[in-house]
């Protein structure tokens, strides 16, 4: 199984240059300065994950998959891999307002929510011979970790544990590998609440029947953490877990002593500059000084890391700026987030400018 024999699906293959990204970036490069042209071109052929944040995406996932088992019929080599974020849980992202999605517990959402995950069920059938990743649910887990206390949250808790465990179970299929949310190490590597997170992973893991294909988790998305950082930083304060690497070897002996041998894949698409200009580890909007990172690779230097990967699309706002709209979040809004900033998922181009020209290392 994925999490065993089928091991890391990354090792000796390349994952889909996502084609929405790199049309993204197509109509970014008229606007930049020539000098940060080739970069951006160079940027657009990396690997990314598809984020399905919206049931209207997920067809989307089809026309992905057959256009990647188009090149490998023709001899793309490495063999190309699919890698989707499976994003839609009612009640998204409860603890802040930028990332807020389409369902609601209020509204039925479980329901929906589960037909969303029919629906991406149904096309990775269809794909049978393509190897596909699959992201599950980035800030749920998390969130029911340490944010019990924001209502939302408290009225998420059922439907994001159901909804989480659905997912597992429906999409358990040979060609996939899946990883579920770990946040990261700023946020769930706290001493306080390590141990907790500990047990709701390994509580879903039975939760959802031990699927074969679930490989592990994803640590970092949509944050800027290093993974082996020579010095800590002092935004970390007390937190011996102060990068990926401590978080993850800290983390997993945990996991596997309740029965979940995990292995971990990570963010490193907003990485490239450690330490960061992060005012606060709890900073997450649109921060200052960041840069690409390190390249997708398996190349990892960790037994328990099967890759670095670029899961956040960088120069896709993390939220806006403008404090008279609904979703705006404060966060968005501190002085080591990039202001004016576009609402969550839209093309922030300044953001774009920053992470071309700070990239470590160089594009
Ligand atoms: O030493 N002590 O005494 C002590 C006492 C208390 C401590 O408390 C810890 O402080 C940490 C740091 O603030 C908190 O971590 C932050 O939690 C936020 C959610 O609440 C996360 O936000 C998410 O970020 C995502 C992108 O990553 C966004 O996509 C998403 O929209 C957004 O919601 C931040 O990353 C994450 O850094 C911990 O919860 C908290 O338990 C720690 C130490
Ligand atoms: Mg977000």
Redesign the pocket.
């Known amino acids: 199984g994925a999490s065993g024999a089928a091991g890391n699906f990354f090792a000796g293959r390349q994952l889909y240059a996502n084609p929405y990204y790199a049309s993204e970036i197509a109509a970014a490069i008229p606007s930049l300065p020539s000098s940060l042209k080739a970069k951006a071109s160079a940027v657009a052929k990396i690997g990314t994950f598809v984020w399905l944040d919206t049931a209207a995406k997920v067809p989307t996932m089809d026309t992905y998959l057959a256009d990647i088992e188009k090149q490998n019929a023709a001899g793309a080599s490495p063999e190309i891999i699919g890698g989707f974020v499976v994003y839609d849980l009612p009640n998204r ?1 409860c ?2 307002l ?2 807020n999605g389409e369902l609601t517990v209020a509204n039925d959402g479980l329901t929906k929510y589960k037909a969303y995950v029919d629906s991406i069920a149904a096309i990775v059938k269809k794909h049978s011979k393509t190897k596909i990743v699959l992201l599950v649910e ?2 749920s887990l ?2 029911l970790v ?2 019990l206390g924001v209502a939302k949250c408290q009225e998420a808790h059922d439907a994001y544990i159901s909804g989480v465990e659905y997912a597992l179970k429906t999409l358990n299929f040979d060609n996939v590998a899946m990883y579920i949310d770990g ?2 190490s ?2 769930l590597g ?1 001493p ?2 390590i141990g907790p997170a500990a047990d709701l992973f390994a509580s879903v893991y039975a939760g959802a029947g031990k699927p074969k294909a679930l490989r592990g988790l994803v640590t ?4 800027y953490n290093g993974f082996d950082l020579a010095s800590k930083p002092v935004y970390t ?3 011996p877990n102060y990068d990926e690497k401590h978080y993850i070897n800290a983390l997993a002996p945990l996991l596997e002593a309740q029965g979940f041998p995990a292995h971990f894949i990570v963010d490193q698409g907003r990485s490239g500059v450690q330490p960061t200009a992060q005012l ?3 900073d ?1 909007c649109n921060v200052i000084g960041t840069g690409f990172g390190i390249r997708p690779t398996t190349n990892t230097g960790d037994p328990l890391v099967d890759a670095f990967v670029w899961v956040k699309p960088g120069g896709e706002s ?2 806006t700026s403008d404090t008279s709209a609904a979703r705006y ?1 404060a ?1 968005c809004g501190y002085a080591d987030a990039l202001k004016p900033a576009p609402e969550a998922g839209k093309w922030f181009q300044a953001y774009f400018e920053q992470l071309l020209q700070n990239a470590n290392p160089a594009l």
Do not use: C, F
Not at 220 to 223: A, E
């Open positions: 992202d603890a802040a930028a990332s980035p800030d998390g969130n340490t944010n946040a990261h700023g946020w706290w306080a609440n970092d998305v949509s944050n304060e007390s937190n606060q580890q709890g997450w993390d939220g979040d966060h």
